[in-house]
């Protein structure tokens, strides 16, 4: 089946850039998404991209997608202690009957942003 | 303020006995979904609910139970048939788009434990 997978740790200096990579088995996977999960609560978008995207912007966050090598990669710049978490690729996958979309997650990236 | 709400956030149990969570949201979505999280791993699905009255299983199905009698309430009954479920709970509504961008929205979780 779908799989996403992730690398399970990141840290990083404050002020620098972050880059959290992932990668995906379905090519079909039309829509990707990334989300943030602080200590103990739920998890929130933090940003998207369709499939027929290369790159998307919004703010701090840049989201590259490499679809021939199924490679989807968020770069937060200007990390701020704020920021850390944990980070889930998600992307559609596993269609279910009606045509909706099952979400396929990684593991989580956490995060640490050090002085 | 329109949301997705978990009760209770803490929940603690003793072996043999189910217990349920409970899930609400006031966005009008239709689609509905019970994920567990456990550390290091990424979300996996239990159940899933696309319409009222509809609901089918996901990865991780056994010795859990739901039922979808309002488009508001998705409840999850963890039996005594599951083996080991303290863990992380997470539901999630969406508005269920057929394969069209179908943003899943989080409550801030239910972390049951059994003792």
């Known amino acids: 089946g779908e799989d996403v997978e992730q690398s399970l740790f990141l840290s990083v200096r404050e002020g620098d850039s972050s880059v959290i990579n992932c990668t995906y088995t379905?090519?079909?996977?039309?829509?990707l998404y990334w989300y943030k999960q602080e200590p103990g609560a739920g998890l929130q978008l933090l940003t998207y991209?369709?499939?027929?995207?290369d790159m998307k912007q919004d703010q701090r966050l840049t989201v590259l997608l490499n679809k021939k090598d199924k490679h989807l990669s968020l770069r937060i710049a200007d990390t701020q202690t704020g920021d850390s978490a944990i980070y889930f690729c998600?992307?559609?996958?596993?269609?279910?009957?009606?045509?909706?979309?099952?979400?396929?997650f990684g593991a989580g990236t956490r995060l640490a942003v050090h002085p | 303020d329109g949301g997705i709400t978990q009760s209770p956030k803490y929940l603690f149990r003793k072996e043999g006995q189910n217990v349920t969570l409970s899930c609400e949201q006031n966005l009008n979505h239709d689609a509905m979904y019970w994920y567990r999280q456990d550390p290091g791993q990424g979300l996996r699905l239990i159940y899933y609910?696309?319409?009222?009255?509809?609901?089918q299983k996901g990865d991780i199905a056994e010795g859990y139970s739901v039922s979808r009698e309002k488009k508001e309430s998705f409840p999850l009954t963890v039996t005594s048939a599951q083996k080991n479920p303290t863990a992380f709970y997470l539901c999630a509504s969406s508005m269920g788009r057929p394969n069209g961008y179908n943003e899943q929205f989080f409550g801030p979780g239910t972390r049951l434990t059994v003792l």
């Open positions: 379905d090519s079909s996977s039309t829509y």
């Open positions: 991209i369709f499939s027929n995207m």
């Open positions: 609910s696309q319409i009222v009255n509809d609901f």
């Open positions: 998600a992307v559609t996958g596993g269609g279910v009957s009606g045509g909706y979309n099952k979400l396929i």
